[in-house]
């Protein structure tokens, strides 16, 4: 009996070891707050990220791994809040670094174009914060990129507090794995 005692200890020490390596480096679950990301998320679903597409971060350092690719315009990415250091947002990358973006009757344009990639073109974008005035243009710096919610007028995203830092990137959000009627792909 003494011996199997420090053998369940050990076993459940490295199966613990194992779930925070992989939470780390591999994949993390989220849980959907808020009404931003409605249709596509809802307030309760609980999401899979996916760190190492992008590169996953080695914690308490400011060191990236190499990831498999950039993040595309249309993808559904968590990140760190720049207003909010502590939390973590999940929302539609709209555009990328040294594009040109504005917002004219609910459209995105990037470049002087209508996004047509219906990802985002299916959305009515609002003019609201100092980053989506009304006819304003604005250029993203290098190394940034900037974020809406699908709900714009109910989210709180870069159009309020500006960019996203490259480093700042947690990962692709990609299946919804809870509640059992809503489990699927993220698009």
């Known amino acids: 009996m003494r011996k199997v005692l420090p053998l369940v200890f050990i076993s459940v020490l490295i199966l613990f070891a194992v779930f925070i ?4 480096f591999f994949m ?7 009404t931003s990301m409605v249709p596509t998320l809802m307030p309760g679903d609980k999401i899979a990220v996916n760190k190492i597409v ?5 914690p308490f350092l400011s060191v990236r791994l190499p990831g498999l690719k950039k993040p595309d ?21 709209i555009a990328t ?24 073109a299916r959305n009515y974008y609002y003019n609201q914060g100092d980053y989506a005035k009304s006819s304003k ?14 709900n ?11 960019f996203v830092d490259k480093k700042d990137i947690v990962g692709k959000a990609i299946f919804i794995w809870w509640p059992p009627k809503r489990i699927g792909m993220i698009e």
Do not use: H
């Open 97 to 120: 670094s040294g594009e040109r973006l504005s917002i004219k009757d609910g459209n995105v344009y990037i470049n002087g174009k209508i996004m047509v990639d219906p990802r985002i």
């Open 21 to 24: 390596f992989v939470n780390v």
């Open 137 to 150: 243009e604005i250029v993203v710096p290098e190394g940034k990129y900037f974020f809406m919610g699908d």
């Open 54 to 58: 992008y590169g996953p971060r080695i």
């Open 152 to 162: 714009s007028i109910s989210s709180l995203d870069s159009r309020f507090w500006g």
């Open 73 to 93: 315009r249309g993808e559904v990415i968590v990140f760190i809040s720049p207003a909010d250091r502590t939390k973590a947002y999940i929302k539609r990358l």
């Open 28 to 34: 993390q679950s989220y849980k959907i707050p808020s």
